[in-house]
Every structure is written in C-alpha cells, then in structure tokens.
C-alpha cells in the first residue's frame, strides 16, 4: 500500500518561498503521476501541478508562474516551490495521485503571516 | 469557477437516498477519463470514496454507489445516516488543461 507524507515549515513569511515535500513509501516514485493539491480554509480543493519520474510535469495555469514541483527519484521524494507567497496561499496542502490509482497525503497546513 | 459542476448542498433524512451530481465537459468526463468521488469531514484529509466511476475502495459502506453517463458522474447514498454528514468531491482530468479537476464540493446535510 503507497503512503504519502507531506513536511516542511508550518509558517511561511509573505513574499517568500514556500517549500514542502512528499516522501513515498510502499511503492516506487517510478510510477504514477505525483500531484500537488491545496485547499485554503473553507473552500475546495485545488490542483496545482504534477510531476511524472522522469521530470515532466504540468502545472495549473492559474498558479504557473510561481509553481515548480521537482523528484528525487534516489529519495523517493518529490517536492512543491511555490514563490511570492501571500496570505491567499495559507491553505492545507497535500500530495496525491489521481488515477488510475489513488493515494493522498495527510496534508500540511501553511500558514503565510 | 470549477470545471465539474456540483451543486453546493444537498440534504436527506436518515435512511433517504440523495444524489449529488457533478457535470462536465467534452474536455474530461465526457472524453472518456474517470470520476473519483471523496468524502471530507471536517479538519482531515479527503478520504476516497469512488474510484474508476463506480467501484469502492475495501472498507467503504455498500450505500455509497456512483455512476457515470455522458459528460456527468452522480453519487448516491442509499439509506442516508448521520454519520455521511460532509464534504463530498468529485475529480477527474482534463484533456484541455492537461491536469486534473476537482468539483467544488457539495455539503450533505442529514
């Protein structure tokens, strides 16, 4: 069974970078497309980019400009940047795959203050 | 604005059936690509619920059914109980985004 574990600093300074990753157990990071997803308090989930093994990866528009999702196929981790952070960032932010198969992360709450 | 369209709440009581619908496009549903359906009580993560359409993952009750026709998915819980009460997603992808959708969520209140 794949589980996922989110990590990285619980607060973030605005204008800075916020930076998280995702360590992999029980699978291989050799597979499946590896998501990023945040929910900011009281609203709904939104997708903010992907990234496959080899490094290819796609991000949601909305949010490209300041994304950047990088693996470490030797850790079997993957990570999120997300650059000039505002208080519109402060969201749980969790890693996943979305199909075929499913696996989602606990979450990590940032906070941008 | 979210690309799967879900009503914001829907309601039953106890032992009812209620459906929640989530509408897409040609671009997702329609094309072809799964819908997976969530469940989220308040402050935890989603929990799976539906997978590939209309299969349940090990653990989860035989009332949670989906289905899929056309560019919609529904899910339906059939004999409704008050622990159902939360937040209920869709998700599937996007073939002109090149990435993944999510619903805005439906409240299910019991």
């Known amino acids: 069974q794949v589980q996922l574990q989110e990590s990285g600093p619980g607060l973030v300074k605005p204008s800075e970078t916020l930076s998280l990753t995702c360590s992999v157990s029980?699978?291989?990071?050799?597979?499946?497309?590896w998501n990023w997803i945040r929910q900011a308090p009281g609203k709904g989930l939104e997708w903010m980019g992907y990234?496959?093994?080899?490094?290819?990866?796609n991000y949601n528009p909305s949010l490209k400009s300041r994304v950047t999702i990088s693996v470490d196929t030797s850790k079997n981790q993957f990570s999120l940047r997300l650059s000039s952070v505002t208080a519109a960032d402060t969201a749980v932010y969790y890693c996943?795959?979305?199909?075929?198969?499913?696996?989602w992360g606990q979450g990590s709450l940032v906070t941008v203050s | 604005q979210s690309v799967l369209t879900q009503p914001p709440s829907v309601s039953g009581a106890p032992g009812q059936r209620v459906t929640i619908s989530c509408t897409g496009s040609s671009s997702n549903i329609g094309a072809g690509y799964d819908v997976h359906w969530y469940q989220q009580l308040p402050g935890t993560a989603p929990k799976l619920l539906i997978y590939g359409n209309s299969n349940r993952p090990s653990g989860v009750p035989d009332r949670f059914s989906g289905s899929k026709s056309g560019t919609s998915a529904s899910l339906a819980i059939t004999g409704i109980q008050a622990e159902d009460e939360a937040d209920y997603y869709c998700?599937?992808?996007?073939?002109?985004?090149?990435?993944?959708?999510f619903g805005a969520g439906t409240k299910v209140s019991v």
């Open positions: 029980g699978g291989s990071i050799s597979h499946f497309y």
């Open positions: 998700q599937s992808y996007d073939s002109n985004l090149s990435g993944y959708v």
């Open positions: 996943a795959t979305l199909g075929p198969s499913v696996y």
């Open positions: 990234i496959y093994y080899t490094g290819s990866t």
